[in-house]
């Protein structure tokens, strides 16, 4: 089976970090995926763990723990522009993407 | 780079009549899928497509067919749209899935559909 959580929003003020946690049960593993998605825009991709660890890209960075079935997005010396919501997906096995019910993040000055 | 378009972007229908929804890609891509998003449920997969000529259910298909006839196309039906079917629908793309065949391969989403059924 397959089971994906996040909580569901958070607020910061500019040039803070905020860590934005996933959970996931699935029987077999492909990877975990994080996206951006603005309001009224489509959801765009951000990063990709299949293994354990950081991975860092400029002020974003993605961690995973497969044994925890857990990742998290960190969002570093956050902008207006991040204001927007995170969401984690998780190839279920079939050539295809389930989606969590992402987590909203409101950056106020 | 029109990426994957999706027309049209708003509609109003009312309960019984039907529709088609069309997505368009031009990169290429194998895999194309169709998603509703609602406030509080994510987005929900309906069907998806390994290649032409293949359609598959995804987690909410009722209600829904399908159709990828050529390869850059796959249509969204509603026979007998319902108010349960109101939300916004994203159709989106890869060029070989996200399962164990490639499993780094991101999803390009069109820009949406507003769907409402009163």
């Known amino acids: 089976g397959q089971n994906i959580d996040q909580p569901t929003e958070m607020t910061a003020t500019e040039g803070a970090i905020v860590q934005i946690n996933c959970t996931y049960q699935t029987s077999g593993f492909n990877g975990l995926f994080w996206y951006q998605q603005h309001a009224g825009e489509a959801p765009t991709f951000l990063s990709y763990?299949?293994?354990?660890g950081l991975e860092e890209k400029g002020r974003f960075s993605s961690f995973l723990s497969r044994s925890k079935g857990y990742s998290y997005l960190l969002l570093k010396e956050l902008q207006m522009k991040d204001s927007a919501s995170y969401l984690c997906a998780e190839p279920p096995g079939n050539n295809r993407l389930a989606f969590g019910k992402g987590n909203q993040v409101v950056v106020i000055p | 780079n029109a990426g994957v378009t999706q027309t049209p972007k708003f509609r109003v229908l009312k309960t019984g009549q039907s529709m088609t929804l069309l997505c368009a890609q031009d990169m290429n891509h194998e895999y194309m899928y169709w998603y509703r998003q609602d406030p509080g449920m994510g987005l929900r997969l309906i069907h998806y497509?390994?290649?032409?000529?293949?359609?598959a259910k995804g987690e909410v298909p009722d209600g829904y067919n399908v159709s990828r006839l050529k390869k850059q196309n796959f249509l969204l039906g509603l026979e007998s749209a319902a108010p349960s079917q109101t939300s916004v629908y994203f159709c989106?793309?890869?060029?070989?899935?996200?399962?164990?065949?490639?499993?780094?391969?991101?999803?390009?989403f069109g820009s949406g559909t507003q769907l409402s059924v009163l």
């Open positions: 763990n299949v293994l354990d």
């Open positions: 989106a793309s890869s060029s070989s899935g996200t399962g164990a065949f490639a499993t780094n391969e991101k999803l390009f």
């Open positions: 497509s390994v290649g032409e000529g293949t359609t």
